[in-house]
C-alpha cells in the first residue's frame, strides 16, 4: 500500500532533550516536506527536500534539522525542543512534477 | 513574504446549501494553488490550479483561479454533512519544473448540519 508513515505518532518529551521525528515514504518519492499545524495559523513548512542531499527551508525553520540521506527517508530533528514546538507535525511526499502531495498521519508533540 | 489568506475563516450551513470558500494570495514567484480537505487525520488533496489550468471540478465541488486578482475560490453545491472539514488553500512558490515551497492559509472550518 502506498503511503507515508510517522513515528512516533504521540510523544511527550522535555524541553532540552534532543528528539527525532521520522518519516518515511514507499513512493519512490523525490519530494519530500515537514510541516507543523497550530490552532488558528493553519498548516506552516518547515522544510522541504526537492531530492537526496537536497534541502531548503520552509517558512518556520528556526529550532528544527532535517537530512535527505536516502530517497524514501526525511527525519525531521529538534536539537534542543522548547515548548513553543508542542504541536502537530505532519511528512508529507509528492513526486516530481505531480499535483498529489500524500501527507502521513502526523505526530502529536508536547515539550513540557 | 509569501502570504496566503483565506475566508471565511469558519461557516457553518444546512445540508443542500452551497458554499464558496475564498483564497487570496501574495506571492513573490507565484507557481500554482492547492487546495485541500482535511478532516479528522491529515490534509488529503483536493485540486491544483496554474496559469494553464484555471478551473477545476470534481463532482460537487469546483474551484478557480483569477490570476488578476491574485484569488481562488472553492465552489461546493449541495452540500453533505460529509463536507464537514477544514478546507486549506496553499499556494507553490518555485522556479524549475516543479514546485518546493508550500504557503498554507489558515484554513476554513466548514460545518454542514443535517
Known amino acids: 500500500e502506498a503511503q507515508v508513515t510517522q513515528n512516533p505518532r504521540y510523544l511527550i518529551t522535555v524541553t532540552g532533550k534532543k528528539l527525532t521525528v521520522t518519516c518515511s515514504q514507499n513512493?519512490?518519492?523525490?519530494?519530500m516536506s515537514w510541516y507543523r499545524q497550530d490552532p488558528g495559523l493553519g498548516l506552516r513548512q518547515i522544510y522541504y527536500s526537492m531530492n537526496v542531499e537536497v534541502t531548503d527551508k520552509g517558512d518556520v525553520p528556526e529550532g528544527y534539522k532535517v537530512s535527505r540521506k536516502e530517497k524514501r527517508n526525511f527525519p525531521l530533528i529538534l536539537e534542543s525542543p522548547s515548548p513553543n514546538q508542542t504541536s502537530l507535525y505532519f511528512c508529507a511526499s509528492r513526486a516530481t512534477g505531480g499535483d498529489t502531495q500524500y501527507f502521513g498521519p502526523g505526530t502529536r508533540l508536547t515539550v513540557l | 513574504e509569501d502570504k496566503v489568506v483565506q475566508s471565511p475563516l469558519s461557516l457553518v450551513v444546512h445540508e443542500g446549501d452551497t458554499v464558496t470558500l475564498n483564497c487570496s494570495y501574495e506571492?513573490?514567484?507565484?507557481?500554482?494553488l492547492l487546495w485541500y480537505k482535511q478532516e479528522k487525520k491529515a490534509p488529503t488533496f483536493l485540486f491544483m490550479l496554474?496559469?494553464?489550468?484555471i478551473e477545476k471540478k470534481s463532482g460537487r465541488l469546483s474551484s478557480i483561479l483569477d490570476k488578476k486578482e491574485l484569488s481562488s475560490i472553492l465552489n461546493i453545491t449541495a452540500t453533505q454533512t460529509g463536507d464537514s472539514a477544514i478546507y486549506l488553500c496553499a499556494v507553490a512558490n518555485a522556479g524549475g519544473t516543479s514546485y518546493g515551497k508550500l504557503t498554507f492559509g489558515q484554513g476554513t472550518i466548514l460545518t454542514v448540519h443535517p
Open positions: 506571492v513573490t514567484n507565484f507557481r500554482s
Open positions: 513512493m519512490n518519492h523525490e519530494y
Open positions: 496554474t496559469s494553464s489550468g
